[in-house]
């Protein structure tokens, strides 16, 4: 079965880096290419759960938008809006904790690793997936493009969308597709066992629209390996490096500075001055389209979207009380 409804979301948390294009991003912009309807949303409450900072987080929600719209999100194609905009969200997000299994939710892995990272675990943080799951189905969404450390999550809103239907005795969510992405895990520059993430400071990443300069600094800097001698196996420093050429584009150079890596005459400084030009290059369309993008504009099209996304969550919350016996026309009927 092929989806009909595809719907994303992504935290606001400041710029877009080369992990989340390739790991996301570029899939996104890729599937409104295809006949199911696509709804991607800047899911600011979600971003609540790791503090708050309520004069950062509207510009960085922003910001976000702008930087998904430069990368080739076309809210002609899709929907585009704010979580916040559009508040059935979280009052599905109410009714869907009378569904969900506290078992389910105690075995959720992304919190058993956030919590013992967090001084303060909030309950937020414990109930995300439940949010998560109301996001998806409010669309009546039937696919869902994600990479495999959300395919737990995904198995809960499906694990919910069925006991909601068994309760109330219809089947009125759909059974959601966990699509798989094709996306890459883009790993740190500075530390190429760890996963690429703004978190870990300024070295470790590339942001999307960050001057070339800089972008080129960071690729120059990034950790490889002490070389000089053949290997089977590509480093990750080395293997990090030549997979973002790849990404990038310069598929034969990737494969000839891999071969050169594993005999062991590989020059460094040859192979990071070839992905920092090929990264530069990629990144340029965006960047200029961005710069056109003015705040105004921004909002317009993120008002234009949260009114489309609205026309389709009022309806389908509407049946929902109706379903479980609550609000103005249960009682009224």
Request: proline residues 4%; negative net charge.
């Amino acid at each position: 079965m092929s989806a009909t409804r595809i719907f994303s979301g992504i935290q606001p948390t400041g710029d877009l880096h080369l992990g989340n294009y390739f790991g996301a991003v570029r899939n996104w912009v890729a599937l409104q290419e295809g006949a199911a309807d696509t709804i991607y949303c800047v899911v600011d409450y979600h971003a609540i759960t790791g503090g708050i900072d309520a004069d950062v987080l509207p510009e960085r929600a922003l910001q976000l938008a702008g930087d998904l719209v430069a990368c080739g999100i076309d809210p002609e194609r899709s929907i585009l809006f704010v979580q916040s905009h559009v508040p059935e969200h979280t009052e599905l997000a109410w009714v869907f904790n009378a569904f969900a299994a506290f078992g389910d939710l105690s075995r959720m892995t992304q919190f058993k690793d956030k919590s013992g990272r967090a001084k303060h675990v909030s309950s937020g943080l414990f109930t995300y997936p439940v949010l998560q799951a109301a996001d998806i189905l409010l669309y009546l969404s039937d696919g869902v493009p994600v990479g495999e450390d959300q395919s737990q999550h995904l198995e809960l809103t499906r694990s919910i969308a069925r006991r909601f239907n068994q309760v109330v005795g219809e089947d009125y969510f759909p059974d959601v597709q966990t699509l798989l992405t094709e996306g890459k895990r883009i790993m740190s520059l500075a530390d190429p066992e760890r996963k690429m993430s703004k978190s870990l400071g300024d070295k470790h990443y590339v942001g999307l629209m960050e001057p070339p300069k800089r972008i080129a600094k960071k690729i120059r800097s990034a950790v490889t390996d002490a070389g000089g001698e053949a290997r089977d196996e590509l480093s990750p420093g080395v293997a990090n490096l030549v997979g973002l050429l790849r990404l990038a584009g310069e598929h034969a150079a990737a494969d000839q500075y891999a071969e050169e890596a594993k005999r062991g005459d590989l020059l460094y400084g040859h192979l990071k001055v070839a992905v920092a030009d090929a990264v530069v290059a990629m990144l340029e369309p965006f960047q200029e389209r961005r710069a056109q993008l003015s705040n105004a504009d921004l909002r317009d099209l993120l008002a234009d979207g949260a009114s489309r996304a609205s026309a389709i969550a009022k309806p389908v919350m509407e049946d929902v009380r109706r379903l479980i016996g609550v609000g103005a026309r249960s009682i009224n009927r």
